[in-house]
């Protein structure tokens, strides 16, 4: 039996957990599949509820549970993803942008993953007024590069695609930070003498993500960087509604779409539930390999298929270009499953 953690968010994320709750019961009903789902609130509706957007009692369900899955929260993100990222030590953000059929994407055979560093960089928050000028501290460590490199050559061997790793960095401004950063990635390069290691500065990387999304296969960067170009990349292959992420650690993992809350369209049947529903496949495929369960990744690949073959079909949302609603979408997903 596996414990899942949800956390239901807020603006779309209880729409799109609905969609992903039916998804992983129809799975569950396919290929008897053990798991339980235990909805919690963190978020905007938790702050005004307790006074805090991650509560104690969330937070202890998700240190019982074998994973973690969080729609997106509103305002208050910072203090919950950030924070969870830290406190489980989360420290590889995962954000695969992938080409699907009939999607408004740049080219179709875009397959690339960006590893990012999780745990520091600007993202720490250290900011503080010195005068008239406010001023953040940039931490980048060499503990923490070296092992996110290790994370990203690793992931290259395992997906036996282009086997190539681009680190992505701007040491030829950021000469401490990014120097270390890059060397750092430099210096584990060297023990995978069979994957392709280049290096590219963030604003040429931020180009050719547009101009030849299809040669890259393993991005690896800071966390700043990492974010922003993910967002690029979730754009390049069609939007974020179909981008889903995870935040691994050595012991647990949480996995989420990369899209924010969208209150504009809460409540109206308009969200794209794929990212979510991709990021539960990406936590199968996780469950997986830390148990060493064949069936968790028959479950992920069900998953992929399914959506794979709805969109294949035409049947999409308005925001690739369709005009099904969240509800009608997950049906098709899961009347997709076998």
Known sequence: MYQIALITGDGIGPEISESMIKVLEAVNDRLDLKI?????????????????????????????????????????????????????????????????????????????????????????????????????LRIISENASRRIAKYAFLMATQRNQKRKVTCVHKSNVMRKTDGLFARSCNEVAKGFQDIHFDQMYVDACAMNLIRQPETFDVIVTTNLFGDILSDEAAQVVGGLGMAPAANIGDDFALFEPVHGAAFDIAGKQAANPSSFILSAKMMFEWLGMKNNDQKCFEVAKKIESAVYGVVQNGIKTKDIGGNITTSEFTEHVISNIT
Do not use: Q, W
């Not at 019982?64 to 919950?80: H, R």
């Not at 009939?102 to 960089?121: F, Q």
């Open 36 to 136: 339980k789902i235990e909805k919690l609130e963190a978020g905007d509706n938790a702050l005004k509820k307790t006074g805090k957007a991650l509560p104690e009692s969330t937070l202890e369900s998700i240190k019982k549970s074998n994973a973690c899955l969080k729609a997106p929260v509103g305002e208050s993100a910072a203090d919950v993803i950030i924070v969870l990222r830290r406190m489980l030590n989360l420290y590889a953000n995962i954000r695969p942008a992938k080409s699907y059929p009939n999607m408004p994407a740049l080219k179709n055979n875009i397959d690339l993953v960006i590893v990012r560093e999780n745990t520091e960089d600007l993202y720490t928050g250290m900011e503080f007024d010195l005068g008239n000028a406010a001023v953040a």
